[in-house]
């Protein structure tokens, strides 16, 4: 191979790396983000189960539990940040925030003056007025 070809090779070779670069670059922090957990995902997970394992060779029978714990949810919080990163699960809402989203918005309502509530009753006719809202209902002679 002459200097000319090895030359030109070179000079391809650095254009194609550069232009994979570009290419690279144009990803999103997710597409970049699932590419890196297929790739070092699955050792740091495989590597804290055998941290386990040899721990539990060594360790007194108290003192397992509490690796065995720490190691159980620091998987799941591996496996959760992972799945979050590359999108693989919806992100769902957690009821104890829906809760108090509600909480919240009940608090909100009362420091504002609300209109004052009445209730009549008529015989079998019940008419509750709040504002300008009206409800009535009747009793069916069947229902007495």
């Known amino acids: 191979m002459t200097d000319a070809e090895r030359r030109s090779l070179d000079y391809y070779k650095a254009e194609i790396k550069a232009e994979l670069q570009r290419l690279e ?20 997970i495989t590597s804290i189960v055998v941290i386990g394992v040899l721990a539990s060779l060594y360790l007194e029978e108290a003192k397992i539990a ?11 919080a591996l496996i959760s940040m992972l799945s979050n990163i ?13 809760v108090i989203d509600k909480l ?29 809202d009206v409800i009535s209902s009747t009793l069916n002679k069947k229902e007495r």
């Open 66 to 76: 509490a690796v065995m714990g720490l190691l159980g949810s620091s998987l799941t």
């Open 86 to 98: 590359s999108g693989a699960a919806p992100k769902e809402e957690r009821p104890e925030f829906v």
């Open 104 to 132: 919240i918005e009940k608090l909100d309502r009362l420091d504002k003056a609300e209109p004052p509530m009445s209730v009549d009753v008529e015989g079998g006719n019940v008419t509750v007025k709040r504002g300008d």
């Open 25 to 44: 670059a144009q990803f999103t922090a997710k597409d970049v983000a699932g590419k890196s957990i297929g790739k070092h995902g699955l050792p740091y």
